[in-house]
């Protein structure tokens, strides 16, 4: 209903906007009805866009007066929500007839103005390297912008200017390391969060910061000794306030209005806050009752609280301290599995990451995780049409076989099922391949555990791992195939399935003399565990490679230059000099 009627307007005022003075009157008044129609919540966005003539029309309309000026910005800013929106408003000129709006008279088109900037520059390259260079009465927009930070400027203008660039630093228009973001944006940023601030000011405060931070160690750092930044965000989780009286009704409700945006807030910055560094992670874990808000977070009623939560508690995984103290005393990994039963894809792929890390062979938690059956629980992921899940779920069943024992691979092994590992084995995603191979290395260590598995398993894996040598695979993908290769080789029983493919033997040697030095080391480590003196047979293994020319490329690599290469080639050929 709206889409026509809404073209029509903007089309009548642009037919209106070549006429004399008394007509602009009807112009602003057919944009303020527009600017109503399109900030609706029932009205589409993308309405905007229908027409190809409407976004040009807007364009030419928007400097007729003030009043044109702040009902264009206002229509841009609500209705510039998708990269395909960016780009048709870039296209059509946007920042060249918003910018000069910077320095109007008014401070609402001011305001408008600079929101519109912040949702183009959000997550676009071209529109922040555009920015960057722009220049308006003599004075680039990013220090137009770092004027509009300053303490004397209305909380507004300082928090959108702040998005602004920090919008332009996460494009890699302005370096981390500019003045303008250590000294003037991130200090901004942390002002937003603390108390005399209203609760959607912190909010917002926080979640930029967060998203300034994500990336890069030292502006974590220089966040984390800021204005007292983490003891300050535990405030964050005070909401709703305690009330005594009914006169403080309209404050409580305000209040739970606003407590899941805090917490959520809250958690994303100490996910930021802590993606890196040690120091930073453990003040945070000391932080009043963190731990405990934490895993309260994971069972909220809000799907964006327990996001948040978890990649909170994802960052904090990233310690080998943590794992061994806050995460075991608090028993973290009980709402997580939890979390993992029934979730939305977002929630389950930062929560299964979190697994990953307590299942690493140094975490307290890797017992208990393993008794409470989450074997199943992680085969079935890598069944999961998202890659990430995939994964993910490969990963953690690789933490979990690395060291295990005979019975836990075992368990792996069945309730994968070898269909489905095999089928990981030809999966497409290269992050997804990399992960089954390494699970497969990681089951086929220790010699009792390589024979056994090889014994029921062996001509299926010889066949994967051909194809994989043999496909167009990177070589971080070969290396790990050939490592496979060589843990089979270190067999009683299972390097017979290598000696007798002379197939993969040319394949080794081909590999020995290849220009990359991983896969000259994996490929000769592979030999060396073929010819060793002190395992039966190994007479006989000598004789054969011999005969295949294997000693005389051992030789030519006792002179490689990579010292580790040439270590590994002369441990190989004292094989046959003992």
């Known amino acids: 209903m709206w889409t026509g009627s809404s073209t029509q307007i903007l089309k009548r005022c642009c037919k209106e906007s070549s006429l004399v003075f008394p007509d602009l009157i009807f112009i602003e008044a057919c ?19 229908t027409d190809p003539t409407v976004v040009p029309h807007l364009m030419s309309l928007m400097n007729q007066s003030l009043r044109t000026q702040e009902y264009t910005t206002q229509i ?38 600079l929101k519109c900037f912040s949702v183009l520059a959000y997550e676009n390259t071209q529109v922040s390297l555009t920015l960057v260079n722009v220049i308006v009465n003599g004075e680039l927009l990013s220090s137009i912008f770092v004027r509009m930070m300053q303490r004397d400027k209305p909380i507004e203008m300082q928090l959108t200017a702040a998005k602004c660039l920090t919008y332009m630093c996460r494009a890699g228009a302005i370096r981390t390391d500019d003045c303008c973001i250590v000294l003037k944006t991130l200090p901004c940023l942390v002002r937003m969060c603390s108390k005399e601030h209203l609760l959607e000011q912190r909010v917002e405060g926080a979640e930029t910061l967060a998203f300034l931070l994500e990336p890069d160690v030292e502006l974590q750092r220089i966040a984390s000794i800021t204005d007292q930044l983490v003891a300050m965000l535990a405030d964050y989780f005070k909401y709703p306030s305690s009330v005594s009286t009914i006169t403080d009704i309209k404050r409580l409700d305000h209040d739970l209005k606003h407590a899941h945006e805090l917490r959520q807030a809250a958690f994303k910055l100490y996910a930021s806050l802590g993606s890196n560094d040690e120091d930073i992670r453990k003040k945070i874990t000391e932080t009043e009752n963190m731990m405990d808000r934490i895993v309260s977070g994971l069972s909220e009623s809000s799907i964006k609280v327990r996001l948040a939560a978890v990649r909170c508690l994802h960052s904090l995984s990233r310690s080998v301290q943590q794992l061994r103290t806050s995460f075991h005393d608090h028993a973290v990994w009980k709402p997580l599995m939890k979390l993992l039963q029934n979730a939305p894809d977002e929630v389950l792929v930062m929560a299964s990451s979190t697994l990953c890390n307590l299942l690493l062979e140094f975490s307290p938690s890797k017992e208990p995780i393993l008794e409470s059956g989450v074997i199943d629980l992680l085969c079935s992921l890598t069944h999961s049409e998202s890659p990430a899940l995939r994964v993910n779920g490969i990963w953690a069943l690789m933490n979990m076989a690395f060291q295990g024992d005979q019975k836990v691979k075992m368990e792996i ?45 062996g001509k299926q894996i010889m066949q994967a791992v051909t194809l994989i040598l043999e496909g167009d695979h990177s070589m971080e993908i070969k290396e790990q195939t050939i490592c496979i290769l060589a843990n089979i080789a270190d067999g009683s029983t299972a390097k017979d399935l290598i000696m007798t493919n002379d197939d993969m033997l040319q394949k080794m040697k081909y590999y020995m003399g290849h220009s990359n ?36 490329v051992l030789h030519k690599l006792t002179q490689a230059l990579d010292p580790n290469l040439c270590d590994r080639a002369k441990t190989a050929m004292q094989q046959y000099l003992a």
């Open 517 to 552: 030095v991983k896969l000259q080391l994996a490929a000769t480590y592979c030999i060396s565990n073929l010819i060793w003196n002190e395992e039966d047979g190994s007479q006989a293994r000598q004789d054969k490679l011999r005969e295949m020319g294997f000693v005389d």
């Open 76 to 113: 841009i800013f609500h209705c510039c929500k998708t990269p395909e929106h960016q780009t048709v408003l870039f296209n059509h000129g946007a920042i060249q007839n918003i910018a000069p709006l910077l320095i109007s008279t008014s401070y609402k088109v001011r305001i408008q103005a």
């Open 31 to 49: 944009l303020r009805c527009l600017r109503t129609v399109l900030i609706s919540p029932v009205t589409p966005v993308q309405l905007l866009y």
């Open 413 to 457: 092994l069945q309730s994968l099922g070898t269909e489905q590992l095999f089928c990981l084995l030809s999966d497409t995603d290269p992050n997804v391949l990399m992960k089954t191979l390494g699970l497969l290395r990681n089951l086929l260590s220790t010699r009792p555990h390589i024979d056994q598995i090889m014994s029921t398993h």
